[in-house]
């Protein structure tokens, strides 16, 4: 049989472990409602965007409740809220600093929207399409590396949100998920040059229309919000010549994620309608011309000269 005159006596000697205890047991609770409202969230809503917004936003929602209870029930009084802040920011500002600059970093990330889940960026020279982002990493499904192009290189990078205040963000498709790409075509000397631009503007053309026509409407929502001039998104080619080749330089816009693609088919497609020309048009390569060949004396063995 519990014995309360001895279970209260004990708690009124021992207020602060009792108020650490119930605490905690509010700390349980709340962390439980979390993951079962994210769980219930997460059957409930079909959209993936949605589903991880509506998560995070609760998520987000039982640290303040948490923090706002921690602050409210050690101190006793709202009141001393700034006075608790300032100490506790004191306190931690050498130890933790890093962690403090990391959710510092998530809040400005929040605020200032310097990307997104789904966006690709470059950051502390990483590259990778963003993926998640919580209160202390941004969490990323790297590109490049020991691949070529823009490819996945199947490694997930999890980077300290702190580094968004240590240097410059790279955002390929933050309010224009467009990019300029450009590829060179060497023609040989002797080619029919006009033929050979006629070819290659109408097959980029036709091939980038689509990205064309849309990356022109966005442009210029970039450059109402933005101090920047306005450019050129329809394919442009640029002649230049060298002591080997004429030279075809191909500039064209290009959906960020399918530059290696639209790379291809370019190429491809280029290729194909060059060897239709029966000659007319002949790709270059490197050549090597011998002037002259020196003269060259041999003896036999056994031979007096």
Not at 82 to 89: A, E, P, R, V
Not at 121 to 139: A, P
Not at 147 to 176: E, T, W
Not at 299 to 304: H, I
Request: aromatic residues 12%.
């Amino acid at each position: 049989m519990i014995d309360f005159d001895l279970v209260n006596k004990w708690i009124n000697t021992n207020p602060v472990l009792v108020s650490i205890i119930k605490f905690m047991i509010a700390l349980v609770l709340i962390l439980i409602v979390i993951q079962l409202l994210r769980r219930y969230l997460k059957k409930k809503i079909s959209n993936t965007v949605i589903r991880y917004k509506a998560q995070k936003g609760i998520e987000f929602i039982g640290y303040v409740i948490l923090i706002f209870l921690a602050i409210v029930y050690f101190s006793g009084s709202i009141k001393d809220f700034t006075i608790i802040i300032g100490l506790f920011t004191a306190g931690l500002a050498f130890t933790l600093q890093e962690l403090i600059l990391s959710i510092a970093g998530s809040v400005y990330i929040f605020l200032v929207k310097v990307y997104k889940p789904g966006d690709r960026i470059e950051i502390n020279g990483i590259k990778g399409d963003v993926i998640d982002v919580d209160s202390i990493y941004t969490t990323m499904m790297e590109i490049g590396q020991w691949v070529s192009s823009d490819n996945y290189s199947g490694r997930i990078v999890k980077l300290s949100n702190a580094f968004v205040f240590k240097g410059p963000i790279y955002n390929y498709s933050q309010d224009f998920p467009f990019i300029w790409d450009e590829f060179n075509l060497p023609i040989r000397y002797g080619s029919d040059i006009d033929l050979a631009k006629l070819i290659i503007l109408k097959i980029a053309s036709e091939t980038l229309s689509d990205y064309t026509a849309k990356s022109k409407e966005q442009w210029n929502e970039v450059v109402n919000k933005f101090y920047i001039e306005d450019a050129e998104v329809d394919p442009t080619l640029a002649i230049s010549l060298t002591d080997n080749w004429i030279q075809f330089n191909l500039r064209y816009i290009v959906d960020f994620k399918k530059r290696r693609l639209t790379k291809h088919t370019l190429n491809e497609k280029i290729l194909l309608e060059i060897e239709k020309t029966n000659g007319k048009i002949i790709l270059a390569s490197t050549t090597i011309e011998l002037i002259k060949i020196p003269d060259l004396k041999t003896k036999r063995d056994g031979e007096v000269k």
